[in-house]
Structures are given as structure tokens and as C-alpha cells.
């Protein structure tokens, strides 16, 4: 199948719109080049910033908090700590009031697809699971968006429709992982883990790791699969090869990094499986000879644990994997009695006393609600 062009397929979707609309509205419609994508952020590692005045939580018992303090940034280090740093080094330095306001360390994420960012909103009330025709995540998010291409769900090996390509360019993921990053900033999140299933070919990985350098956010960029469509004429690396530095890993390792003092690191999403059929080493093998973290996808199942644990190829220690998805909790209620109706027991047989021939119990407990929370992992 020939490469559809996104322009020709927007136009297409679009025919009959544009009968109805002005067409200046939809004139010059396109994707992202590169050159619009220069100059869209500064260069945070450059810049000298001092956070003045304000309540401040480090987190750390070794630095202590300060009801009033300063905290000053030099590049991509936090420099100095502590009451009247603008009086000794920050006095080059870019000055924020933070008076009145609590200053300390952002949050966290362990796992984000940022390249789907620019489908926020798309399926809204869509569901979580299901297949074409359902509007879900797996045919709306991952099929068409993805992957460009939607399978029978009764027989997928028959593919029932296909774009050609993947519906994504480079500078596409480029745009999604910069804005992710910049917006999670804003809200404080301020470091993170990329799992970013979209590593279709290595200018489709060079681009989204270059939208991480880019933001100036601390991010663990875990290299992930993506659509292989070799078939369609398009070149697909991952996972890449133990020793080879030309494609998949290999490459991005040495290009991108190569030392371990950078905002930016290098994870791995290749599993604990064979990398590749017939590799003889696992996916975690391959990730760890590149000094990768190693992330898996687990989705609440205990397999995947297990089977790790059973090949002696993935070592022993694992305080350098991540599982991801891999807890569930569960809600449990029960009730006896709602109604809180009494059922009374036959009446007292001992005629001889006072009590004889009253009802003077019940057969059933009164009302009872339980909860309980079970938590698997």
C-alpha cells in the first residue's frame, strides 16, 4: 500500500466539510516540520534561578527545613539551601518572590505514554477495554492512533482497515512529550518515567527523546516498542542487540547516554522474556548490558513475576526493575440483615415458669455490614 500522506488523508476526511465551511479555515492544514519545532523552549540548563523567601520543605533530613529560606538553582543543580542565600550567590542570579508560598521537591510519576498527549479528551466516556466497534482505549487510542491499523477482533489475523503508516510523525512525538512534560511541570510534577509505546522507527525515538532533553525535565526515558512495519518499507530497531551500537539500545545509549549525570536517563521496556526470537538472553540481559533501569509491564498479573524469578538470567537482585500495573485492590462488602427485620424464635415450651409461651428470642442476628479491602501484588 502506497504512503498516505496525513495532509491527503485529513483532506479526504474532510471533503465534506469543507463544502459547508470556508475554506480558508482548513487552508494550510498540516503537520509540525522541523523547523517549527526550533526555539519553542529555552535552554533551562544555562540559567541561574533564586527562589527567595519562601516556606521551605527540603525533605531531607540532612538539609532541614526552614520556615523562611531561599533555595538557589544553577543550571540543572540545586545549589545552595538555606536563609539569606541571596546575599552570598545569588546575586546574578534570576530572582522569584516565593513569600508566602511552600517551596519544595515536586512529585513523582513511575509511568506515563506521553506520546498519546495530544489525544487528551479524544474518547472522554470511551472504555478502558474492548475492541472495534467499542469506542476504547484498545481500538480508538492504540489501534487507529497508534498503530494505524484496526484487526478483525474474531480473527486478527485479517486486518480490516489500515492507514499505511503509523498516524504519528516524529515531530508529532516531539510535540507530545515536550508538552507533556512543560504542563506536568507547571502542575509540580516534576519528574517522571516515559513509557512510550511509540518507537516506530529510530527518527520516531530520536524525536521523543529529544522532546525530554528539550523540556529540561527529569525523566527516566524507558524505550519501549513500537509498530513494526518493516513490510510497509519502514525501518523498525527495536529492541536492538547485545553488543551493537548501530541500532535499537545500542544506539540510543551511546547517542543520547552516554554519562549518568543528566536529567535524562536511559530505562528499558524489553521483558524478562527472550529480547527476540532466538537471542539467548532476556529483554532485562539486554537492558542492564546498556545500563538501562528496567520497567515491565505486569498488569495485575503474578505470571509475569514468577517466570522472571524462574530464568537465573535475570539475576537475583532486582532493585533496578520497576513493575508497572502490577498492584490491584479490591472492595468488599457484605450485609446480613439489611432490613434489620426480627425473626423470632418459637415460643418458650417451659409452661411451669413465667416465661412459658412468650417469645422470648430471635432466630436471627440484627443488622451487620462489612467491609474489607484486599490488596494483591
Known sequence: MSELLRRDFLKAGAAGLVAATAPAQLAGLRSATRADLQGLVGDGRRRRILLRGGAVLSLDARVGDFEKADVLIDGTKIAAVGPNVSANLGSNAEVIDCAGTIVMPGFITTHHHQYETLQRSLIPDGLLAGSWPQESYGSVVQNIWTAGRIADPANPANVIWDLGRVP???????????????SEITEGVTMGTDTSQASHSPEHTDAMIQGLVDSGRRMVYDYSPGIDRRADGIPYEFPGAMGDTTRGIGRIAKKYFSSRDQLVTLGCGSGPTEAFPG????????????????????????NVVINAAADPRNLADWSDVTFIHCTRLQFRAEVFNLTNTPSFNAPNTAIDTAAGGRVTSTASSPRQMQFALKYEF
Do not use: K
Not at 504519528?168 to 512543560?182: G, Q
Not at 548490558?289 to 509491564?297: D, E, K, Q, S, W
Open 168 to 182: 504519528y510523525d516524529p515531530e508529532d512525538l516531539y510535540i507530545c512529550e515536550l508538552v507533556a512534560c512543560l
Open 279 to 302: 537471542a539467548g538472553y532476556t529483554g532485562w540481559q539486554l537492558g542492564r548490558a546498556f545500563g538501562a533501569l528496567i520497567n515491565n509491564h505486569n498488569v495485575g498479573g503474578s
